[in-house]
């Protein structure tokens, strides 16, 4: 009973552990910048850290262990028996019908995962602020509204279309300015715990409708001729027996 109790509190811990959410933070002021954080980790992603140069005598080393090796002859192997192409013993035995039936399984199980992945992603926050500026008045205004026209349609169907729960979006004219600003700011999660059942249901698809059946038609025939010729015949007891009497 102890080792059963133990055994389901250690899948509820990992399931409630799992169902904590990974964020994605996009950030765009002069820079761009990309960070994850899941629990108390969090991982920058770019700007990149920078890499700590390793000093002259290791590299030295290590140049020595590859010539050692490259001088090295390399060893003779003996000659592999030729095999049939699995593919193309799948292809004689099932012809095209076969094959077509494979690829759209594969790629039925594909969207199935793709479609259910990006239904689980939600938008935690999302912000745009925008200045146009292009020194002329007449070109700002021209310019703030052809931006106007992008934008705002664009939000409307993210919107529409994901789950979203913070967002803005703030487009001004600068008729002073002679470039654009923009800033902008997304926080995207996802469950690691409907991820990871995603992608199960992906394999089992992928494993139980494609692999078992490809395996099973690409085997190669064996030949009768070549078991028979094996065999090794049995000695003929009438001509023993016929120079006994002799």
């Given amino acids: 009973m102890k080792a059963l109790a133990i055994i389901i509190g250690i899948i509820v811990f990992f399931a409630l552990v799992l ?8 950030d765009y002021a002069e820079k761009p910048a990309c960070s994850v954080r899941w629990l108390f980790i969090k ?19 290590k140049d020595k262990k590859k010539k050692e090796k490259a001088e090295e002859p390399p060893a003779e192997k003996a000659p592999a028996e030729k095999k049939e192409n699995p593919f193309m013993v799948f292809f004689k035995k099932e012809g095209v019908e076969g094959v077509y039936s494979l690829l759209s399984k594969t790629v039925s199980a594909l969207n199935s995962m793709i479609g259910k992945i990006i239904r689980q992603f939600r938008i935690e926050e ?3 602020y925008m200045l146009i500026g292009a020194g002329d008045a007449a ?3 021209q310019k703030y509204g052809e931006t106007c026209a992008k934008f705002f349609p664009l939000l409307g ?6 789950k979203v729960k913070k967002y803005d979006i703030d ?3 600068d008729f002073l300015a002679n470039k654009d600003k923009a800033e ?5 999660s996802l469950s690691p715990r409907k991820l990871i059942n995603s992608v199960l249901v992906f394999g089992l698809k992928l494993l139980f409708g494609v692999l078992l059946k490809f395996l099973l038609k690409s085997r190669p025939k064996k030949n009768k001729a070549a078991k028979q010729n094996t065999k090794t015949p049995p000695a003929p007891a009438k001509e023993t027996s016929e120079a006994a009497a002799v």
Avoid at 157 to 162: K, P
Avoid at 184 to 188: E, G, L, S, Y
């Fill in 19 to 26: 169902s904590i959410r990974v964020k994605v933070s996009l």
């Fill in 184 to 188: 902008f700011h997304t926080v995207i």
């Fill in 171 to 173: 487009i001004s004219p």
């Fill in 139 to 141: 070109e700002t205004a």
């Fill in 43 to 61: 991982i920058p992603v770019y700007p990149p850290k920078e890499k700590t140069k390793k000093p002259k005598k290791e590299k030295a080393k």
């Fill in 157 to 162: 169907a993210i919107v529409s279309n994901f």
């Fill in 126 to 128: 999302l912000y745009l």
